[in-house]
């Protein structure tokens, strides 16, 4: 076993990221689709027969995109910081595309300029962009403001969150969305370390938090002989990592992608999930309670976990399944930190360190709604129930069956 809670590190990536930008997927009905993402409080920006792309507040053009297909997550882009950085990638990663302008409705939205490649260890198809512009959108709403305990930032206004004071709607509706936060994966052990190794390699992703699995001698009964098993076979106790772009003294997110170790025995790497970031506590309530009623009412909608808020990046969360299983977060009040942070280690068999709640500082019981819940879209309550064809598809990564969108990039 290794002696470092990371991996090693690389010693000049190809390019920095600068962050995420957009996640792509497919679904064999753009209806439903639709309805989730204004549900959800994204922007639709465009619709039509072939593919629904939507956006948040924040100054760039979409972060959501939904191709007609097979039900199915593609994968997602990075942003990079110049073009040289497109180039970098295009002649030192395998199987990369040439640079080539945005094209069809994307390009209409935003221009900019992008490469892209499936990435050999996940099957995950990647993207960089660089040159995208979009006006920002005004929020329909203030800022929330609070008082605290002895301070009073909202003095002789009464605090109406949601428009919903007068009448009092059991349905607050949707929060707005302001931008795309953090993407999470599960992949299968040892191939995970190999993705975190590649994400380092070829994006500059620092390391944040990694979680290391020590057993000690005689402790084997109080892990899962599986979970042992799988961690032992790797040769390495590194269990996952939140990985962070190298911003240099600029701050940036906690984490922007986390790489989980795939436990379920699903044996190809799967979308755990992706994290919208809202502006407040209130608004991640305003969606839990929003998808509640929706679901009530029959939407095909599943809590996967939430409210709570995480130790490892402090965000405000609440996880929820779309109509085909693939999970989307709402989040507030993440941790920001520059390139002096950590790395830090989490020992995993350590209970002062990772508690016996899922990582909670407050929130559900992991048996209320846990972490397992983010395994993917396997883990959707209605998942046993979807016909063969449609389970087959969200768990493969082959994407021979979606090649016309693939090409189309």
Same mark, same amino acid.
């Given at each position: 076993?290794? =002696?470092? +809670?990371t ?48 956006? #948040? /507040? ?10 007609r ?23 030192a990663v ?19 300029? %992008? ?26 709403? =203030? ?8 301070? =009073?930032?909202? +003095? ?6 949601? #428009?919903? %004071? ?13 931008? @795309?936060?953090?993407?999470?994966t ?28 020590i ?34 003294? +600029? @701050?940036?997110?906690? &984490? ?16 755990? &999930? ?8 209130? =608004? ?7 998808? %509640?009623e ?24 609440d ?54 819940? /983010? ?20 768990l493969?990564?082959? @994407? ?10």
């Open positions: 076993m290794t =002696d470092t +809670a991996l090693p590190e690389t010693a000049a990536p190809i390019v920095k990221a600068a962050d995420i930008a957009y996640i792509r997927l497919s679904a064999p009905d753009l209806d439903a689709m639709e309805t989730f993402v204004n549900d959800f409080g994204l922007v639709v920006a465009h619709r039509d027969d072939d593919v629904l792309i939507s956006r #948040g /507040l924040e100054p760039m053009p979409f972060l959501h995109v939904v191709h297909g097979p039900a199915k997550f593609i994968g997602w882009a990075f942003n990079v910081d110049t073009p040289d950085d497109l180039a970098a990638l295009a002649s395998p199987g990369c595309s040439p640079v080539h302008d945005i094209g069809g409705a994307e390009g209409q939205l935003g221009g900019g300029k %992008r490469v892209h490649f499936v990435e050999p260890i996940t099957g995950f198809l990647l993207e960089a962009v660089h040159g995208q512009h979009a006006e920002p959108l005004a929020p329909r709403r =203030d800022r929330i403001t609070y008082n605290h305990a002895g301070v =009073d930032e909202r +003095a002789g206004v009464e605090q109406d969150v949601a #428009g919903n %004071r007068y009448p009092i709607k059991k349905d607050p509706g949707p929060p707005e969305v302001y931008r @795309l936060g953090h993407v999470v599960a992949v299968p052990p040892g191939a995970h370390q190999a993705f975190m190794q590649f994400l380092s390699d070829t994006f500059g992703m620092l390391v944040s938090d990694a979680a290391r699995m057993i000690p001698p005689g402790a084997e009964e109080h892990f899962p002989p599986p979970l042992v098993e799988l961690i032992k076979a790797t040769g390495s106790d590194v269990m996952f990592q939140f990985m962070r772009m190298d911003r240099g003294a +600029a @701050l940036t997110d906690h &984490h922007s992608i986390l790489v989980l170790p795939l436990m379920d025995g699903t044996p190809e790497a799967q979308f755990s &999930h992706a994290a919208f970031e809202v502006f407040s506590m209130d =608004d991640v309530f305003r969606g839990h309670m929003h998808f %509640r929706r679901a009530a009412d029959g939407s095909p909608y599943n809590l996967a976990w939430g409210i709570g808020r995480h130790v490892y990046g402090s965000q405000v969360y996880y929820w399944h779309d109509p085909y299983g693939h999970v989307h977060e709402h989040m507030c009040d993440g941790d920001r930190v520059d390139a002096s942070y950590g790395p830090n280690t989490i020992d995993m068999t350590d209970p002062g360190q990772f508690g016996d709640n899922g990582g909670n500082q407050w929130g559900p019981t992991v048996e209320e709604s846990g972490v397992h819940n /983010l395994n993917g879209p396997q883990c959707d309550p209605t998942f046993a129930d979807r016909p063969d064809d449609v389970r087959a598809s969200l493969s990564r082959d @994407l021979s069956e979606i090649q016309r969108i693939v090409e189309g990039i």
